[in-house]
């Protein structure tokens, strides 16, 4: 795994506008996540709707988020 962007929530809202037509033509033109669930769902979508490079980026992301979420959670 490479290592995590400096903002992943900036990173995934990078990600909506770049497959929005494509992946995610079901949400709101306006639509971006605000919170790690939602991005984890949006790149679920993005994984599934999308080609072989959505998908990679996507899962990449993804990988990050649920490490991030999984430490906050962790030391709770």
């Known amino acids: 795994m490479s290592s995590p962007p400096q903002d992943?929530?900036?990173?995934?809202?990078?990600?909506?506008?770049?497959?929005?037509?494509?992946?995610?033509?079901?949400?709101?033109?306006?639509?971006?996540?605000?919170s790690d669930e939602e991005?984890?769902?949006v790149l679920e979508y993005v994984e599934r709707y999308g080609d072989r490079e959505a998908w990679k980026a996507a899962a990449e992301l993804r990988r990050w988020?649920?490490?991030t979420s999984?430490?906050?959670?962790s030391g709770s």
Do not use: I
């Open 39 to 41: 991005r984890l769902r």
């Open 65 to 67: 988020l649920s490490a």
């Open 70 to 73: 999984s430490a906050k959670s």
């Open 8 to 34: 992943l929530a900036r990173a995934v809202d990078r990600l909506v506008d770049r497959y929005r037509v494509e992946c995610l033509w079901f949400l709101r033109e306006d639509y971006y996540p605000a």
